[in-house]
Nanobody, 123 residues
Framework: QVQLVESGGGSVQAGASLRLSCAASGRTFSRYAMGWSRQAPGKEREFVAAISWGGSSTNYADSVKGRFTISRDNAKNTAYLQMNSLKPEDTAVYYC????????????????WGQGTQVTVSS
């Protein structure tokens, strides 16, 4: 019932910045957490960042702390991931997540996934 449309991915060089957007539509829950996970070739999908409904609580993987910032605009049903100082190891398909329960986003088991968007960082 919920659709997540992502945008903002691309190919950049190390040190550059990108901002990903995820717009939710359809029959969303009255309150929901959103976040991002990523998956590199040959690796399991890993949690990247999450944000609570009100935006007051955020969580980040250790590998992106200090470089990535998650935010949301509930009036637009949209979450964002600002990625600064990108590194080659950030290369992955990034997936937007939406869940009724915050812990589901943290565990990369959300109620809904986006289609994924490729981020490639070259040296």
């Amino acid at each position: 019932q919920v659709q997540l449309v992502e945008s903002g991915g691309g190919s950049v060089q190390a040190g550059a910045s990108l901002r990903l957007s995820c717009a939710a539509s359809g029959r969303t829950f009255s309150r929901y957490a959103m976040g991002w996970s990523r998956q590199a070739p040959g690796k399991e999908r890993e949690f990247v960042a999450a944000i609570s409904w009100g935006g007051s609580s955020t969580n980040y993987a250790d590998s992106v702390k200090g470089r990535f910032t998650i935010s949301r605009d509930n009036a637009k049903n949209t979450a964002y991931l600002q990625m600064n100082s990108l590194k080659p190891e950030d290369t992955a398909v990034y997936y937007c997540a939406l869940s009724r329960r915050d812990v589901d986003v943290l565990h990369s088991t959300p109620d809904y996934w986006g289609q994924g968007t490729q981020v490639t960082v070259s040296s």
